[in-house]
C-alpha cells in the first residue's frame, strides 16, 4: 500500500506538490538516461576485459614456455644469478580517469628495452622469456585498470538503478497519492461551498 505524505490539503500544498513531481520525473528520467549509458559502458568494458584476460593468458603461457627451454638449456642456478643481474623490463604511470562522473586509475605501462644480463653462457631463450614476461605484465597492468573500471561501473549502476527503482515505486507514487487525495479534499470542499451558495440564494428567494 502507498502511503501519502503528511502534507496539509491545502491549495498551495497542491501547487508545491505538482512543482515537485515534475522535478522528481525529470529527475527519474535522467536517471534512465544514466542507466542505460552505463548498462552499456558495462557491457563494452567486460568485452575489453575479456578479451585483455585472453591475451594475457596467451603471452603469460608463450613467456612460460621459453623460459621452461631456457631452464633446459641454462639450468636454474644460472638463470637465477642472471634474473638477479636484469634490469627493470617496463615502465608504469598511474593517473586519475573519469568516465560518466565515475573516478578509477587509470594506468600506462610501456616495456623497457632488454639489457644485456653481463654473463656467460646465456641463451637465446633466456631473453625470449624475458621479452615474453615484459609483455605480459604490460597487459597485466591494463588488466587491472580494465578490472577496477569494470567493478566501479557496475557499483554506480547498481546505485543508479537502486535510485530508479525508489523514485519509480516509492516517491513518485506517493507524490501522486499525496495529489490525488488533496485535489479530492479540494474537490468536496469546492462542492460543499457551492452546495451552500445554492441553499443561501435559495433561502433569500423565499424570504
Not at 22 to 50: A, C, I, P
Not at 57 to 81: C, F, N, P
Not at 82 to 110: D, K, N, Q, W
Not at 184 to 194: A, C, N, P
Amino acid at each position: 500500500m502507498i502511503t501519502r505524505l503528511k502534507t496539509p490539503p491545502t491549495k498551495s500544498a497542491l501547487l508545491g506538490l505538482r512543482r515537485q513531481i515534475r522535478f522528481l520525473q525529470q529527475g527519474h528520467s535522467m536517471l534512465e538516461r544514466k542507466r542505460d549509458l552505463l548498462n552499456r559502458l558495462v557491457r563494452e568494458q567486460l568485452e575489453h576485459y575479456r578479451q585483455l584476460r585472453s591475451q594475457a593468458r596467451a603471452v603469460l603461457v608463450e613467456a612460460y614456455r621459453w623460459l621452461a627451454v631456457a631452464q633446459m638449456r641454462m639450468g636454474s642456478d644460472v638463470i637465477r644469478q642472471a634474473a638477479l643481474g636484469a634490469g627493470p623490463a617496463l615502465r608504469v604511470e598511474i593517473f586519475p580517469r573519469s568516465s560518466v562522473g565515475i573516478e578509477y586509475p587509470a594506468a600506462r605501462a610501456e616495456e623497457i628495452a632488454l639489457q644485456p644480463v653481463g654473463l656467460m653462457g646465456t641463451d637465446a631463450s633466456f631473453d625470449r622469456a624475458r621479452s615474453g614476461l615484459a609483455r605480459t605484465a604490460v597487459l597485466l597492468v591494463r588488466l587491472g585498470e580494465a578490472e577496477t573500471a569494470l567493478w566501479r561501473m557496475l557499483v554506480e549502476q547498481r546505485r543508479t538503478q537502486r535510485r530508479v527503482n525508489a523514485l519509480r515505486y516509492n516517491i513518485i507514487p506517493r507524490y501522486r497519492a499525496s495529489i490525488r487525495f488533496i485535489e479530492s479534499i479540494l474537490e468536496e470542499d469546492e462542492r460543499m461551498t457551492l452546495f451552500q451558495i445554492r441553499r443561501l440564494r435559495e433561502s433569500g428567494r423565499r424570504a
